[in-house]
């Protein structure tokens, strides 16, 4: 090998391993709304696919510990049905340790596990696994805000009209001017979330867009999306209401690894205001 393909091979050498960060990434986003009543912190873990961080997911706790958060959401594929389930489970519990916990199932349980026993499963890890439903969240015992749920029955066409009626079941209440959020899996479906009456959808399932162009925020390939897909991480302002998707936590199991792309562990704080 001469000495330009040499230092070619070695800068190539040195970009792959600047773009397999493995360190966890907290972000934060904000966002207010005149029905919200007093501030609130929401940890999002999304598409952790049963990934250990830590001992009996310890690491993983420690750095929801440090957020403070009133609540965690497991916006689905918290298991992917692939690796036992196990660490999915132990992250559940170690989350419902620390604050309240909200769950829906993702396309990986609904696909490769069984959703009842699943759901029994995360509920017994002390989560609550919404589908379908709509449940007041009230920490502060001033109103608080609804915390909707639907699992990714859109994940077979057999199971999309389940997914539309569930949907309607968990809409918000009309007239009651209420801040309704709904929890979903799936990004790409933004518009039936915002007709339905929702005004923030928090969702994953884009995984960043696996590869992300450094310098762009732009992923490469999401599914439900395609290639350059739009809404693959952050806090989207759209018509209708707000969308934040995250980027997700799944490391080690998938075919592509991550690149520019570190696993992500958001923090949506609610506040009073225009």
């Not at 501030?39 to 510990?65: C, S, W």
Request: with cysteine; glycine share 12%.
């Amino acid at each position: 090998m001469g000495k330009k393909a040499a230092a070619l091979a070695g800068a190539g050498a040195l970009l792959l391993a600047a773009g397999l960060q493995r360190e966890v990434q907290l972000t934060r986003f904000r966002l207010s709304h005149g029905s919200i009543p007093s501030p609130l912190r929401l940890a999002v873990a999304a598409d952790l696919h049963g990934t250990l961080y830590g001992r009996d997911q310890r690491r993983l706790a420690e750095l929801l510990r440090e957020l403070r958060p009133d609540a965690v959401l497991f916006p689905g594929d918290t298991d992917d049905g692939v690796r036992p389930a196990a660490p999915a489970l132990m992250a559940v519990e170690k989350a419902a340790e620390i604050c309240p916990v909200f769950l829906v199932l993702g396309n990986h349980e609904l696909l490769l596990r069984s959703r009842r026993e699943m759901t029994r499963a995360f509920e017994g890890a002390g989560a609550t696994v919404l589908d379908g439903e709509r449940v007041r969240f009230d920490p502060r015992r001033d109103g608080g805000i609804d915390i909707a749920g639907l699992s990714d029955h859109w994940c077979r066409p057999e199971t999309q009209e389940l997914f539309r009626r569930k949907l309607a079941d968990a809409a918000p209440e009309p007239g009651s001017g209420r801040f309704t959020l709904l929890l979903a899996h799936r990004p790409e479906l933004w518009k039936t979330y915002f007709e339905a009456g929702f005004q923030l959808a928090v969702t994953g399932h884009a995984h960043g867009g696996q590869w992300r162009l450094p310098g762009t925020g732009r992923g490469l390939y999401a599914p439900g999306q395609g290639l350059f897909p739009r809404w693959t991480g952050g806090l989207y302002r759209l018509p209708g209401g707000r969308l934040l998707v995250s980027r997700g936590l799944a490391l080690g199991n998938t075919p592509v690894p991550r690149l520019f792309n570190p696993p992500e562990l958001p923090l949506l704080e609610l506040l009073p205001g225009g």
